[in-house]
């Protein structure tokens, strides 16, 4: 099977093309590397995949030094013309698309970088799997598009029409324009809302990174809502194999939708939201604890009031993602956090 993965430079995205690669699948990575966060993390990710930044050349295929069966292309997907021109040319079988402007806090200084990649980019996407009749599309979509809604677990039954972000908005949206192209034009299209993702080679911009680094450096940790907040933490290995069952089965359409009380997580077209969580919620100060045990020093804590856009709890109820596709998350927290740690150490010990 050829898949495109966008986002290959990105955290979930390196991971999904190492795993793909070692079983055997063609990968052609895409991502823009932009300086979001420290493209020397990017490019670090991407060497491990056998792509080197001295041969990467904008919006050309490159072969990596490692993998016989993987190839990049530096590229922005508002290039309609270049994302085009790569799915007509590589002719792919499945598209899992990962690549998108990340941050919620972000999104209050750049809204416009999220129309840009988050709605004009996914807009691209969908018209070339349409035009080259790339029927299985798996896409990131996030459990912020949760918003407002206080009832938890959050299932996937729920309606999400009152995000409390721009970059929450854009997510909602690329699930209701999904929507729109399976029912047009029989694209089966899954969505995975990821609930707070961490591991080795992490996002900078997110809280284990954060914390790592201000523990390390001898810096304040800044702990919103004082403290009083949880997150269903997910380890990278089990977020990874949670994708690749999606798109080893694509989206196919319910015998159980009902037009007269729709659930928004289905339909008579081939299309399905998951959520892909640990359906564990864990409160931040124990994951603070657990952080500082496995680094062997404690933090200097900064309690603050909850920023703007941010939530006070996330827990993603799987049970569809588990009877559909078997997924379970198997990673205990001390042991994601240990490897988590031990990663760190040795990235940045260098």
Known sequence: MKILVTGTAGFIGFHLAKKLLARGNEVIGLDSINDYYDTNLKYARLEQLGILKQEIETNKLISSN????????????????????????????????????????????????????NIKGFMNILEACRHSH?????????????????????????????????????????????HAYSHL???????????????????????????????????????????????????IDDIVDGIIKVIDNPAQPSTNFDA????????????????IGNNAPVKLMDFISILE????????????????????STYADTKDLNSDLSYQPYTELRQGINEFVKWYNDYYSK
């Open 185 to 235: 034009y029989d694209i089966h299209t899954t969505g995975l809302r990821f609930f707070t993702v961490y591991g080795p080679y992490g996002r900078p911009d997110m809280a284990p990174m954060l914390f790592a680094d201000a523990i390390s450096n001898n810096q304040s940790i800044n702990v919103f809502n004082h403290g009083n907040m949880s997150r269903d933490f997910t380890y």
């Open 260 to 275: 007269t009380q729709p659930n928004p997580s289905i339909s008579t077209a081939p299309y399905k939201i998951y959520n």
């Open 134 to 178: 790339t029927k299985n599309l798996a896409y990131a979509s996030s459990s912020s598009v949760y918003g407002l809604n206080r009832s938890q677990p959050f299932k996937t039954s729920d309606h999400t029409d009152h995000p409390v972000s721009l970059y929450a908005a854009t997510k909602k949206s690329n699930e209701v324009m999904a």
């Open 293 to 312: 045990s496995e680094m062997g020093k404690a933090s200097k804590k900064n309690f603050m009031d909850m920023q703007a856009g941010d939530v006070q």
């Open 66 to 117: 490692t993998y016989s069966n993987h190839k990049f292309i530096r590229a922005d997907l508002s290039d309609n013309e270049i994302i085009s021109k790569l799915f007509n040319s590589e002719g792919f079988d499945a598209v899992c698309h990962l690549a998108a402007q990340a941050g919620v806090r972000y999104s209050l200084e750049n809204p416009y970088a999220y129309i840009d990649s």
